[in-house]
Each structure stands twice: as C-alpha cells, then as structure tokens.
C-alpha cells in the first residue's frame, strides 16, 4: 500500500506534463536566481540541474536535518548507522558525500581527519538556514576537490529589519530541538545571533539491539556585516557546535554488538571577508579568509580506550566578476587551501593553490558559459580541468540545458600519510560528466524537466588488498535519467514529485567486482508532495520518499531491501506572531534499514510552537 501510494503521487505530478503543451505563457516562469556559481545567475541561464530549497519551502518541510531535505531532490540517497547523531552520508547520483561538496555562507566544510576527508551530514542541522541550493555533477572548475557528484550550498539567515526575533521549539518525551535567534539591520550594520539545542534518546544503532543511543547538540551562530561605503564593506560570521552521541561498535570477535561506545564533536566555522564594487560597480570583489577546525574523539568503554582526531583546513579566497556588458561577464579567482591532520602518531599536512575562471555569454536565448581551473597540491603536483555548459531559451516556456565538464578529488590526509596504509605516490581522482535535459514551464506555476547524465570517475582511490595501502586503482561509472514535476491543482492544493533511476557501477575490467553496483547506492528513487492551504490559516501537507533495493557493498552479497516513508505534516498560524505546527514521521512505521545492520527511526511524533517579530 504504501509503494502504491508514492507511486500514485508521483504519477500525478508527472501526468501534469501533458497539459502544458500550448498553454504556457512567460509571465507563468518565476526565474529563481542561484548562487551557487559563485555569482548571482538566473536558473534558466545554468547547463546544470539545480534544485533551490528556498525559506518557506524549509519551515513548510519542517526538516530538522540537512541530510533529510536533500534526499528530498533527485538523485540523492542516504544510509545512516542509525537514528539521529549517526554517521550519515549521502549520494549525488552515486557518488559519496566525500565526493560532493557541501558549503555554508560559501565556506567549504570538511574535515581533513576523516578517512576521505568528508564530514558526517548526521551532525548537520539546519539550525538558521534559510536557503539550500542542491547542483547536480561536478564544479570543480569553480570550487576545486571534491565537487564531482555535487554541490550544496547553505545559506544562513541574515536580518533584514531594525530589529528582528525568532523562536521555536519542537518535539515530544524522548527528543526536543529548539532554536532562537535575535538580530537587526540598521543604517551601515547588519548584526545576527541564533543558537540551537537538540536532545534525542535516539534507537539502538544496532538494528538487534536494546540500547538506546543517545544525541545531544548545542550550536551558536554569531553574524556581522558592516558597510564601510555604499559600495564596499567587511562581514563576519563565527559557529561553534557541540555533539556528543552514543554509538554501537564491535566486539571481541569483530561483530557489530550493543556496545557502549560514545563519542564527541566539536566543530568551530569561522570566516572574515571585504568585498568592494568598482568601475560603476562592473567590477565586483570578495576576499574572504575562512578556518573549519573539528575536534573528535570516540570512546570505546568495555577497553577503556579513546580515539582522538583533530582536523583543520585554513582557506584564503578571492572572487572576482567583471561585466564586459550585458551579455558578457567574467568570474575568476585564485584559491589557497590548508589541511592538517592531527591524531596519535600523524601529524601532517598539505596545500592546494587553484586558478580559475570562467566567462558567460548570452548570445539571444543562448547562454554559454566555459570555465577552467588550474590547481598545484604540494604532494602530487599540478591538475588541470574544464568544463562548459549551455543554455537556450526555445520558446518563453521550454529552456534546454546541456553540460561536460571535468572533476577532480584530491587524496585525504589519511590515505596519503598513515602509517599503516597511506600512499604519498596517490594522484587525484578525475571524473568527467556529461548531462543535458529540458525544463518546461506551464500554467498554474507549473515546472516539469527531464535529465539524462553520465559520469565515469578514473584514478578513483581505494583500498588495496594486494599491497594494504591505498592506491588509484579504482574505475567507476554512473548514468541514469531523472524526472521532476510540480504543479498546483488549485488556488489551494499544490504537488510536487520527482523520479531518478540510476545504474552506479565498478568499472575496473580487471576487478573481481566489475560491473557489479555500488554500495548502498539505490537504482530508484522518487518523491511526492502535496500541500493544501486548507484556511487562511491552517496548511497540511504530506510527503513520501522511496528508496528502491541496492546492495550493501561493491561485493553485492547483502542487499538491502526497498523502502518507502511517509510524513504527514501540519501547521496554524494563530496570529502574526505566533504558529503551533506538528508532523507525524515515518508515518506508518516503515521498518527498513540505510546500512545493513543498523536501526532507523520508527514512527514519530512532533509538536511545535513558533513565534517571530
């Protein structure tokens, strides 16, 4: 029943498609602008596809989690090791999460002590974010290593009253979060401060097991913006966030148990930027220095022994645009990264130097934009890639996009330099994706596209087996198509659905595994939502994800079976002020698993209360 269900809402968004033939008008497209490409640009001028979670489409979700929203655009699937605080990591068409790219107020996140150098989206709210901006294969010709899969682009919000307050608190017996923010924009400064707190029993990370494994985070986001001229000014923003969970790890004999293990996390973001506007104000600057530095460490009680990790990665950042005219404008920049990893007996670090630019140029309806980028590691070396994308308006409601482009993956710290299994000799991992489809705007708001992409990734690193260390000896590929469509049925009933089928497979001819999938990486994906204004005052709403069957692992011997969650969702806007809201999650109890042995999160209910000056 609950396969039907997602399946019926999916299929009546995209039946939506065959009415707009005909009926589409220009003032029925709502240009969105995207940031994400390092300058402000019209989403129907973009050759990729990029899904944009703007603020009222977050409060109206009511995700608590970054992880959470994603997996809610194409292409993006999720395996957690168990409820709330668990390590989580996503897939952009395939591709892990250390192989995307994640940015918050266009400061890179990472942590340089992780085994690929990602981070863990399980400790990743949405706290402030009042924006999300999902892009789909590589831009590492803008933003340099890791941006192959994707790109996700947080921003926080930023005041835009004198004075402005915001409160909220959700939850029920066994978790709450809450969140409160104060700030103001008067004459040349913009000022903000929020913080957040979650406490969540959680579900046992083991699927078998009793325990409950707990999570408690504590986050504060401090914001300034000060306008030296009416052209020019400096900003700042600091971030301090503190976790501590349980987790289950293995016993004696290297079997997942119901441990007592726990962990803590603290991670600091902190960046100070001056950005000016020249030449009439055709030639626009930011200079932004940035430093992520995330302390770690797990504990394991029953060998009374702990395991700590400290990872930080020092950016300087210059970003230039320079209108020629209209039609014509260049982005360039240069780039300096740090890292540094350091952790009982390894103590190291590298730098990355990058150049880039790009140059977009409208010629009529068609829109073209090229971009190259040059980096030099201190470890393997130079790399140089290129991409190019396009754009062409066929008519005021159909926009094909199209792009190639080329991606790249620096070595970790850890699979250079450990003890046991690092590899100095490593080279970059190179991706090139191929991508093009159509949008097509309709009456009554409607929005529907079609995607076809290819990526095939080479020199991908990987462990092993024959010398136990790491080495680029991996080859993998992925294509697949990917469908969207939303409409609104009525003045107060909107839907919205999208499908994403997927094949993610080893390459390597000369591997044991060769053509077998990836690991957790499911062939299908879909959701659905609908969302009715019932009164001026009442909205209720309800969304389902499907995830299809995948294997646990590149050696395809367990599979992971098929599941679909349902949430249902409502909110009552009392008054100016004040809003009561409430959803039920994982509706009907779905009991599915992300990552082969690991619990998920059963039904649950929420209650929320929210108030707003």
Avoid: C
């Amino acid at each position: 029943m609950r396969t039907y269900l997602i399946a019926a809402m999916t299929t009546a968004s995209a039946l939506a498609l065959m009415t707009v033939a005909g009926h589409a008008h220009s003032e029925d497209i709502t240009e969105v602008v995207v940031t994400v490409t390092r300058e402000p640009v019209a989403l129907s001028k973009v050759g990729q596809s990029v899904t944009v979670f703007d603020a009222a489409t977050i409060e109206t979700r009511q995700e608590l989690f970054l992880s959470d929203l994603i997996a809610q655009s194409p292409s993006v699937s999720i395996a957690q090791t168990g409820g709330p605080g668990q390590v989580d990591t996503a897939r952009f068409r395939g591709a892990e999460s250390d192989r995307s790219l994640f940015l918050i107020d266009g400061v890179k996140l990472g942590d340089p002590s992780q085994i690929g150098g990602g981070l863990n989206l399980g400790l990743l709210a949405l706290n402030d974010a009042e924006r999300v901006e999902v892009l789909r294969g590589p831009l590492s010709t803008l933003w340099g290593s890791q941006a192959i899969g994707g790109v996700v682009a947080i921003t926080t919000r930023t005041p835009k009253k004198p004075f402005e307050a915001r409160v909220s608190v959700e939850g029920l017996d066994d978790y709450v979060t809450a969140r409160a923010s104060i700030g103001g924009k008067a004459d040349r400064l913009t000022w903000g401060l929020s913080g957040a707190y979650i406490d969540d029993e959680g579900v046992s990370s083991l699927r078998t097991g009793s325990e409950k494994d707990g999570f408690e985070q504590k986050h504060l986001n401090g914001y300034l913006n000060y306008a030296l001229t009416e052209t020019s000014g400096l900003r700042a923003r600091l971030s301090h966030t503190e976790s501590d969970y349980d987790f289950d790890g293995y016993d004696a004999s290297f079997s997942l148990a119901d441990t007592r293990d726990f962990g803590t996390q603290d991670e600091s973001v902190a960046s100070v930027g001056y950005y000016n506007q020249m030449l009439e104000g055709r030639l626009k600057n930011s200079v932004t220095i940035s430093q992520t530095k995330t302390e770690r460490e797990t504990s394991d009680l029953a060998n009374a022994t702990s395991y700590p990790f400290e990872g930080r990665q020092t950016s300087y950042d210059y970003t230039g645009t320079f209108s020629l005219s209209e039609a014509t404008q260049f982005v360039f920049g240069a780039s300096s990264e740090r890292s540094k990893i350091i952790t009982t007996g390894l103590v190291k670090s590298v730098t990355l130097n990058g150049l880039f630019a790009q140059v977009r140029q409208d010629i009529n309806a068609l829109t073209l934009n090229a971009s190259v980028r040059r980096d030099d590691h201190s470890t393997f070396g130079d790399n140089t890639i290129g991409q190019i994308a396009a754009a062409y308006a066929l008519s005021d409601a159909v926009v094909l996009h199209a792009s190639l482009g080329q991606g790249f993956k620096a070595p970790s710290l850890y699979q250079l330099y450990d003890g046991w299994s690092g590899n100095v000799a490593l080279k970059p991992e190179e991706a090139t994706n191929i991508d093009f489809g159509v949008d097509v705007y309709g009456a009554n708001n409607g929005r529907y596209g079609v995607s076809l992409f290819g990526r095939k990734t080479e020199n991908q690193i990987d462990y092993d087996m024959s010398t136990f260390t790491y080495g680029n000896i991996a080859r993998t590929k992925a294509y697949g198509i990917e469908l969207e469509a939303a409409r609104d049925l009525s003045d107060a009933v909107s839907i919205s659905g999208n499908y994403s089928h997927i094949i993610a497979r080893d390459d390597a001819k000369d591997s044991f595994t060769y053509k077998n999938d990836l690991g957790r990486a499911p062939k299908h994906l879909a959701n659905a939502h609908i969302d009715w204004q019932a009164t001026d005052a009442l909205s209720l709403g309800a969304s389902a994800r499907y995830a299809g069957k995948s294997f646990e692992n590149i050696y395809n011997t367990r599979e992971l079976d098929a599941y679909t969650l349902v949430d249902l969702r409502a909110a009552y806007r009392v008054n100016d002020t004040v809003s009561v809201f409430g959803r039920i999650e994982n509706a009907t109890d779905e009991d599915y698993e992300t990552a082969a042995n690991y619990g998920s999160t059963g039904r649950r209910l929420w209650l929320g209360i929210r108030a707003s000056l």
